[in-house]
């Protein structure tokens, strides 16, 4: 029998964690430091790792990440997540209020919040404990993201105070701006393209299948809505703060981010001052949400079909300003794509002084007309990288000289070349342009490719400057002693390296195939190819129409994989990797069956009992072929909920036969 003192200290321990982490991630006022913070965290690890009967499901030690998700479960709303009426001008906020006038005759208050650019969340829980995280979906069902929402420090899993025993709670999740900068940094030092803005950054963290990484993103929360308390508040605003007691991280009315009103006039003071301030904000905003107060005016407000009458959005209008393009300079990625960048005349833009923006490719300047020394009107709005929409032409100098795109490399001034049906130039000198193969390094070494630790940017450039290597493959021909004479490389860092080299031997084939960096083949097309070719040698052998069959590639990136493997010196790279004893093959799953032989079957919409993921495979397992869109071709379509109403038409023209979930299931199921 376990000792009760051990039983005891596990609960204090978890409970003094779960105050220490609202004190420091709600409050921002710890009581404790890191350390003494950390110290704790470990003696309760201990513990639940010793007894892992004791171990409670929302212990602090679970927002580590960790579990591996196969599929997102559809849950069904308890409350519809619909969306808000939107509106831009003040007239029409004013003309919200007198449709509101016409129904209510007693007195009533407005609640003003943010309307935080983030992902709508609803949070489920009894008796004081985190038990489901839904996304809004399509506002009727959404996906259970519980496990990665566990992650996010300002969620809270173990309530306090005196709180119902099942409600749900509502709010956003959003990235900070100085985390999704800081993880733009990281994408940019490793070659890949950058997240275009929080918002989308956000949800896409929401979606990945390891909490682990959910986790390093630094996701926070704000909060405001409680649902299934009926009777125990008397509106929205008092709702808010008692959430706060309870441990959420809510919108408060010392930091302004809501604020509870008496009249239009008030809501247009609010609106007026985040348009002015919300820049300085830590987060994205792209308006303010204006609610009616009282839980029983809502009431006999009532809804539309989409939206609640009781409550609107005032969205922001993007900001824009001018400025003068000084000049334009090019950039080298890694797959050698010709990026042409404008420097500005410095001007303030959303809070942050702006000098460049990107013109993406030769077209955009073309359609533009931009010359240098043009004045040109620059917007951030949502997105965090600024980008020129327009030249004011009545400005232009005469003596501007139309723009000419270069012809060779900036770099190592090879001629450029530019591909049939493609916007961007690109360096073919992929061997000797120093970005080319500095930035291919860079890739192969990071974390979601092969994950080699004690390869940073300053020791690639010494390994480089010092010939010890001049692709990836030298990485695994490295000598420990010459290693040594590097500047900064101790005996320890050059152990870690070495290390970190022979552990990514194991590092799967489908990553493997990430990192030879082909273009345009990303994380989820390599997944896609390695499951259709199960090693190197069936891919490099692959025909363009063969290559075309496999889920999310379509003609481009069939070009983009046989020019690949149609250059010797990729050919000699795959061999040398394979010497080094990297993982080039898969394991090929056997068939359940070949009912579905020659078959193809495209999936639409969502179902009950598995994935579409998983539908996939039970396709592929039976002998089929995965069909990405409907045509002639195909031979049936596995028909679930919420699909969309073109697709179910052009099946039906086309005379495709239509499966549910359980006739597809009783198909593969016959002997």
């Not at 956000?202 to 929360?221: H, P």
């Not at 101790?490 to 273009?519: C, H, M, Q, T, W």
């Amino acid at each position: 029998m376990v000792d009760s003192s051990i039983q005891s200290r596990i609960r204090l321990l978890t409970r003094e964690l779960h105050e220490h982490n609202h004190r420091y991630y709600i409050e921002n006022n710890p009581q404790i430091s890191d350390f003494e913070f950390d110290m704790l965290l470990k003696e309760l690890q201990d513990l639940e790792e010793k007894y892992p009967e004791l171990s409670f499901e929302n212990s602090p030690t679970k927002r580590v990440g960790g579990d591996l998700t196969k599929k997102f479960e559809v849950v069904e709303h308890k409350f519809p997540m619909l969306s808000l009426s939107n509106t831009y001008s003040e007239e029409e906020i004013r003309e919200w209020e007198e449709r509101i006038k016409k129904t209510i005759e007693q007195p009533y208050q407005f609640v003003c919040e943010l309307k935080y650019d983030g992902v709508a969340i609803g949070l489920r829980y009894e008796n004081g404990n985190l038990t489901k995280a839904v996304t809004r979906g399509d506002g009727v069902k959404g996906e259970n993201v519980t496990a990665n929402v566990r992650t996010i420090k300002s969620v809270p899993l173990v309530l306090k105070g005196d709180f119902p025993a099942e409600f749900e709670i509502r709010g956003e999740i959003v990235l900070p701006k100085s985390k999704f900068e800081e993880l733009n940094k990281e994408r940019e030092a490793q070659g890949e393209p950058l997240f275009a803005n929080p918002r989308n950054t956000a949800a896409g963290t929401l979606k990945l299948q390891d909490s682990r990484v959910v986790a390093d993103r630094g996701l926070t929360s704000y909060l405001y809505g409680v649902y299934g308390v009926s009777g125990l508040f008397n509106g929205h605003y008092e709702s808010v703060v008692q959430a706060g007691e309870w441990g959420f991280q809510v919108p408060t009315k010392k930091n302004n981010y809501i604020s509870l009103v008496t009249s239009i006039e008030g809501v247009l003071e609010f609106i007026s001052f985040w348009d002015e301030h919300r820049h300085a904000l830590p987060f994205d905003i792209d308006g303010v949400v204006v609610k009616v107060n009282e839980y029983a005016i809502q009431d006999e407000l009532g809804f539309t079909a989409k939206s609640p009458r009781w409550a609107i959005a005032y969205k922001f209008k993007a900001q824009q300003v001018e400025t003068i393009v000084e000049s334009i300079d090019f950039q080298v990625g890694r797959t050698g794509a010709i990026t042409p960048v404008a420097n500005l005349k410095p001007i303030s833009l959303g809070g942050t002084t702006v000098k460049r923006a990107s013109l993406h490719n030769a077209d955009q300047i073309e359609k533009l007309g931009l010359r240098i020394g043009d004045t040109v009107k620059v917007e951030k709005g949502g997105e965090i990288i600024p980008k020129i929409i327009g030249v004011s032409i009545e400005k232009r100098k005469i003596e501007a000289a139309v723009f000419s795109f270069i012809t060779n490399c900036p770099e190592c001034n090879a001629e450029l070349v530019r591909h049939d049906g493609e916007a961007q130039h690109y360096c073919p000198n992929e061997k000797e342009c120093p970005p080319q193969v500095r930035g291919k390094i860079e890739h192969f070494i990071s974390r979601k490719a092969m994950n080699i630790d004690g390869l940073g940017g300053e020791t690639i450039e010494a390994l480089l400057k010092n010939e010890l290597i001049s692709s990836v493959s030298d990485l695994y021909l490295l000598d420990r002693l010459k290693l040594l004479e590097l500047e900064r490389m101790a005996e320890k860092s050059v152990d870690n390296l070495l290390k970190a080299l022979e552990d990514s031997k194991a590092i799967p084939y489908e990553r493997v195939l990430f990192a030879l960096g082909i273009r345009h083949v990303g994380e989820t097309v390599a997944k896609k190819l390695v499951k259709h070719f199960s090693s190197i040698e069936k891919l490099q052998n692959a025909s363009y129409d063969e290559l075309l069959e496999v889920d999310e590639v379509g003609e481009k990136i069939a070009q983009s994989i046989r020019m690949y493997f149609q250059k010797e010196e990729n050919l000699i790279l795959v061999e040398a990797l394979k010497k080094a004893d990297l993982q080039f093959s898969s394991v090929e799953k056997q068939n359940i069956s070949n009912i579905l032989a020659n078959k193809i079957v495209v999936v639409s919409g969502t179902f009950q009992s598995f994935s579409r993921e998983e539908l996939k495979e039970l396709i592929e397992l039976n002998g089929g072929k995965n069909g990405s869109s409907i045509s002639k071709k195909t031979d049936f379509l596995i028909a679930g909920e919420n699909m969309g109403p073109a697709k179910l038409k052009q099946a039906t023209e086309l005379n495709i036969q239509l499966l549910n979930e359980d006739e597809f299931i009783k198909l593969i199921s016959q002997k």
